[in-house]
Each structure stands twice: as structure tokens, then as C-alpha cells.
């Protein structure tokens, strides 16, 4: 029966000992976060060139967020607003392949057919042209 007294004593120890090193390590942790938000408050004061304190921080903070959610974001249409009338959109002209195809009907009204054709040039030429070509070659 000591024994297990012993044990269960033991056990209660070590079990303390944990919970005082995770507090140690949390309030580590604290100390460690606290440092970084000086740091930032700092970094932040030498950007803006004014003194800031941590209410400053939480409140900017806050209003950061809000801003951000406040904020539409338009990607696929124009917002409706009194700018639209200034900034018209140019209507494409859709008359232009009329106007194409009309000119080029005018340029085919214009072209007289060839009376003449020489026989040369409907002729197909004969396959072994070039072989007389590489002949000759060999032949003198």
C-alpha cells in the first residue's frame, strides 16, 4: 500500500513538473507574440512617421478589416454610377463586309475574258523533265 502511495506520488509530481513546463512555454509563446507586436507597432510608427500605441494598432486594425469588406470588386461589369454617360462604348460598324464584298464584285465587273490561250501554258509539263536535266549532265 506505501508503494502505491509512492507510485501515485510520483506520478503526481511528474505530472506537475509537465504543467509548469507548458506554462513556462506558453508564457514564452506570450512574451515571444508580445515582442513581434512591439516590433510591428515600431516598423509601422517609422513608415507613417507618427507615434502609434497599441489602441492605435487595434483600432486601424478594425477599420482595415471593414474597409476590406466594404469594398466591391468589380470584374466582370461596370458598376452603375454617374461615370457611365462620360465614357460611352463605341458601337462596332457592321457594314464593313458589305462593303467589302460590294467592292469586290465591282472589281470582277471590270475584267474582260482572254480571247487567246496558248497551248503551252494549259499543257500539263511531262514527268521526266528533270530527268532529261540530270542526263545531260551525265552525257557530257
Not at 506505501?2 to 506558453?26: K, L, P
Not at 507615434?51 to 482595415?64: F, G, L
Not at 467592292?103 to 487567246?116: A, R
Request: proline share 4%; charged share 45%.
Amino acid at each position: 500500500m506505501v508503494e502505491r502511495d509512492n507510485e501515485t506520488a510520483a506520478d503526481s509530481s511528474s505530472s506537475d513538473e509537465e504543467m509548469e513546463t507548458e506554462d513556462t512555454e506558453t508564457n514564452k509563446m506570450e512574451a515571444a507574440a508580445l515582442a513581434r507586436k512591439k516590433r510591428l507597432l515600431e516598423m509601422k510608427s517609422r513608415l507613417n512617421g507618427i507615434e502609434m500605441k497599441e489602441e492605435d494598432y487595434k483600432e486601424e486594425d478594425e477599420a482595415t478589416k471593414k474597409s476590406k469588406l466594404e469594398e466591391p470588386h468589380f470584374r466582370s461589369y461596370q458598376p452603375v454610377s454617374e461615370e457611365i454617360g462620360k465614357t460611352e462604348q463605341s458601337i462596332p460598324k457592321l457594314d464593313v463586309v458589305e462593303e467589302i464584298i460590294a467592292s469586290h464584285l465591282e472589281d470582277t465587273k471590270n475584267v474582260k475574258p482572254v480571247e487567246t490561250v496558248e497551248l503551252s501554258t494549259l499543257a500539263p509539263k511531262k514527268i521526266d523533265w528533270d530527268l532529261k536535266r540530270d542526263i545531260e549532265k551525265k552525257l557530257q
